[in-house]
């Protein structure tokens, strides 16, 4: 069975009505539809806080269960590691996903394998999938979760804009070790950094079926296997809508050919997105993002762009503010439609290191003003609610940013929100002035806890007695409708079964929740103005484990209704180009639809849901789109109660095609090798980059797709090899750029004469190890493969294979990696005695370092010996090499 609950109902018949391919049309469901009885036996327990949201069953499309939804996945094709992906290798049948590996000949490759992609987008959720695995050697499994750009060989049929963002592996598990499960994660923006995660040593992946999830949060990735935690890494990068993959591929020789064809086996996958977590747009909200009129700046700011790529995701689109100016203050000032109480929310758009630890936001409210610190390295990409406060219409509310002289980083900026909201803490209601008062009272024994952390990250209270209760009454200021949440704080002795009593105008209503260290709605209920309203915490007896109390938050709204609301009008498209980046931006423009639960729009591109959330004023931005495509725009309406409109008419816009080059690759340097010539050069900033032609003496080397990647600088760093050289002859080298439209650069050119030398590489014949030794991610020279240890006593060896005794320079390329030794000791062995040269491996690398000048006799008695010098760190390897000096 497949559910596609990404758009309303109104929305899919509409879409489906319209034939747009690959849109998800499918009516929506209940969560519970997707738990058939197959699937329950096998379920495990899953992270609270979730709601199904799409999902394939792999059910197939064709009577008797066959056939990819073909609406809803891409094939995965192109040539990766050792294999071809094919989509004859995909199939389903028997309620499965099947991945064929083959020993067959296609495209240059010995094996085929294969592998889907969702169409469907997916941002901060839960994901989860169960299969079984291939156990002979030879093929590379993954689950993971990334963007697509027409840059990527994987999906030719793609021509959307470039949403290669974060790469978040699920799990990646090679067949030759079938019970070691890698949880990675990298991203692409605003270049490529890793996130290295680790090995978890869990079931045996081949011998039945296991379940894989993550959780995708704002400030951290947690895995599971088979239901159990496997894995917590911090920092989870930028957050935007991304496809998941399902892949297998033949990844490292040599393969046991043995039982092949061989096959992995999928039973679904679903994502679970996350419930109402209280921070989300209401209505009478006001949010006022950069570039609007309510913001302001003082100091130096600039936009937040490194090398023409835009650094993080705001609220509503990438256009985000940054400064290193320790003058610099940001400020909004929002359009109030009455006086009241309002919790305030910065959106952080700092998912980067350089964030600054110390930022320091102001709230003017009706009181006064109050300081709230926030460090943006590791709040996450998230609204941060900064406290409720009491606020009226004017100039004098508002928000101001400034970075505190106990920090330092990079400040940034971009959207405030002020939502109307009563919260009581569990040291009272915040009054006017953002301090405590009356509200909150307490039945029975309670203590404080300062190690679990609530709401602002303030003290939490516990209590274990069932005879014990905490209670939350807020001074409504008006009847009406209100959304209640209970911030539920998460810690190992918590009860399981917390009961929240909801005391409102129809009664009291129970509900009973699990805790997930964030807002959780309690539902909507009516209540009376003042005090008789009231939420309740307690358990039944019986009930083990602590009760945990901190805040609960009243929400105004308007009663929930089914009517959708108005279908934006006057839905518009504009497009310019940055020539000198090759940028290409669309912007949607609709007319603002007036009602009073209205709260915000979604945007559809190709009829492909582009907005995380809602978004609040008429008008959305994408940079990055493909020039020369026509795509469709449209946008629907959201109300409180989560009713969509249908679509908009969709209006064709298109992209002006691009026939301006790259700006030629700068700094190019040519080095010299046996028989060949290693190109270096720095990576092109143009956004459109698709790769890199090489040529030789006139001649094209670089046959088929350009090499490189713009998600790769590190690959014209670390070397770019020419083959085929004669020695001792003077060739001509050019490197051009090529943009996604073919264009090409004009060329870098550079002269190189290859000389005979001995390089020793990793895995040579001259190279040897002592103690314990490991493979490492750090590539080295040529983007090789390194290896690592962190046994102090480990040693490595490079030994040539000398013809002629004499006097050779003796390079070693060194790694970097800020957990290696700052001493890796170099020892050169020679006809004279032994050299000495100690390097930091931490720093200043990833290139040949020069270890001296030495006299060699023939043969193998010459060599060179790295060790750990600083007894700590790990100490790497990559390749010597020695040049005879004439």
């Known amino acids: 069975m497949n559910i596609r609950r990404t758009i309303h109902a109104a929305v899919a018949v509409a879409l489906a009505a ?28 899953r992270p609270a806080g979730y709601e199904l949201a799409w999902t394939d069953e792999f059910d197939g499309t064709e009577p008797g269960g066959t056939g990819l939804d073909t609406h809803a996945w891409y094939y995965r094709e192109g040539e990766k590691a050792i294999c071809s992906n094919s989509p004859d290798n995909v199939s389903v049948a028997g309620g499965k996903l099947r991945i064929a590996l083959k020993r067959q000949d296609r495209n240059g490759k010995q094996y085929t394998c294969g592998g889907v992609i969702s169409k469907q987008w997916f941002g901060y959720g839960y994901y989860e999938t169960r299969a079984e695995l291939w156990g002979d050697r ?63 040593v869990g079931p045996d992946s081949s011998d039945g079926y296991h379940t894989y999830g993550f959780e995708w949060l704002p400030t951290e990735i947690r895995y599971y296997v088979d239901g159990m935690l496997a894995r917590v890494q911090p920092y989870a990068g930028p957050h935007g809508l991304q496809s998941i993959w399902l892949t297998t591929l033949g990844y490292t020789a040599p393969v046991d050919e043995g039982n092949l064809p061989g096959e992995t086996t999928w039973d679904y996958f679903r994502y679970y997105a996350p419930t109402d977590g209280g921070n989300d747009a209401a209505p009478g909200s006001a949010v006022v993002d950069n570039g609007d009129a309510g913001y302001a700046e003082s100091g130096e700011w600039k936009d937040a762009v490194t ?136 039945t029975g ?83 009376e103005a003042g ?14 484990g602590n009760l945990r109390a901190d805040a609960v938050k009243f929400v105004p709204v308007p009663a929930a209704d089914d009517d959708a609301p108005a279908v934006p009008s006057d839905v518009r498209g504009d497009v310019y180009t940055v020539p000198d980046t090759g940028d290409a931006v669309l912007t949607w423009h609709w007319r603002t639809v007036h009602e009073p639960d209205l709260v915000g729009y979604h945007v559809y591109l190709d009829g492909q849901r582009v907005s995380w959330k809602p978004v609040q004023r008429p008008s959305f931005r994408m940079r990055q789109m493909l020039a020369g495509q026509t795509y469709k725009i449209s946008v629907t309406s959201v109300d409180s109660s989560g009713n969509e409109s249908a679509p908009s008419r969709r209006v064709p816009i298109r992209i002006p095609a691009d026939t301006r080059p790259p700006a030629a690759p700068d700094t190019l340097i040519g080095e010299a090798a046996n028989g060949m010539a ?8 143009e956004v459109d980059l698709l790769g890199y032609r090489i040529y030789a003496d006139g001649e094209l080397v670089t046959t088929g797709d350009p090499v490189g990647h713009p998600a790769d600088p590190d690959f014209t760093r670390l070397g770019f090899p020419v083959h085929g050289l004669a020695n001792n002859v003077e060739h001509s080298l050019e490197v051009r750029a090529v943009d996604l439209s073919g264009n090409e650069s004009r060329p870098a050119a550079v002269a190189v004469t290859p000389l005979p030398m001995n390089i020793v590489g990793i895995g040579d014949e001259g190279y040897t190890e002592q103690g314990a030794w490991t493979p490492s991610s750090v ?38 990696h800020a957990n290696s030794t700052t001493a890796a000791r170099y020892t050169v062995t020679h006809a004279g005695g032994t050299g000495i040269t100690d390097i930091d491996q931490t720093t200043g690398g990833n290139q040949w370092i020069l270890l001296g000048r030495h006299e060699f006799d023939v043969g193998t008695a010459g060599h060179v010996t790295v060790s750990n010098a600083a007894g700590r760190g790990y100490l790497r390897t990559s390749a010597v090499k020695f040049i005879p000096v004439s």
């Open 307 to 442: 090398d023409s790529h835009e650094e993080a995701f705001g609220f509503q689109d990438r256009q985000t503010r940054r400064s290193d100016s320790p003058d610099a203050a940001a400020t909004w000032t929002p359009e109030l439609e009455d006086a009241g109480e309002y919790e305030v929310l910065a959106w952080n758009p700092s998912f980067l290191a350089t964030g600054h630890t110390a930022a320091r936001y102001t709230v003017a409210h009706a009181g006064g003003s109050s300081d709230v610190v926030v460090n943006q390295s590791t709040a996450g990409q998230q609204w941060v609610s900064l406290g409720s406060y009491r606020m009226k219409p004017g100039a004098g509310h508002g928000l101001r940013l400034t970075g505190d002289t106990s920090g330092k980083g990079t400040l940034r900026a971009d959207s405030a929100m002020f939502t109307p909201a009563i919260v009581v803490d569990n040291g009272g209601a915040l009054d006017a002035i953002g301090v405590t008062g009356s509200g909150y009272s307490e």
């Open 779 to 816: 590539r080295g020279w040529l983007s090789s493969p390194t290896r690592t240890t962190n046994v102090t006593s480990a040693t490595a060896q490079w030994h040539p294979e000398l013809a002629v005794a004499g006097t050779y320079d003796v390079y070693a390329w060194v790694p970097n």
């Open 18 to 45: 319209g034939g747009l391919a690959g849109a998800p049309v499918a009516p929506p469901a209940t969560p519970a539809a997707a738990e058939s009885s197959t699937v329950a036996s096998a379920d495990v327990p």
């Open 531 to 544: 005090a008789g309203g009231y939420v309740e915490l307690g358990k039944d007896t019986g009930v083990t």
């Open 138 to 200: 030879g093929f590379h499994s993954a689950f993971w979760t990334t963007g697509l750009s027409d840059s990527m060989p994987d999906t030719p049929g793609y021509k959307g804009p470039n949403n290669r963002v974060n790469e978040i592996d699920g799990f990646e598990i090679d067949s030759h070790a079938p019970t070691r499960i890698a949880h990675h994660s990298h991203w692409f923006v605003p270049r490529h950094i890793g996130n290295q995660g680790g090995l978890y």
């Open 445 to 527: 024994t309670w203590s404080t806890s300062s190690a679990v952390a609530g709401w602002r990250d303030t003290d939490t209270r516990y209590a274990s007695s069932s005879t014990s209760a905490a209670r939350w009454t807020p001074e409504l200021p008006e009847s009406g409708t209100y959304a209640v949440y209970a911030w539920t704080p998460v810690h190992e002795s918590n009860t399981n079964i917390a009961r929240y009593k909801v005391v409102h105008n129809g009664g009291p209503a129970v509900v009973e929740v699990d805790h997930v260290d964030r807002w959780t709605k309690l539902g909507t209920f009516a209540f």
């Open 678 to 685: 290693i190109l270096y050069w720095e990576q092109n900033s």
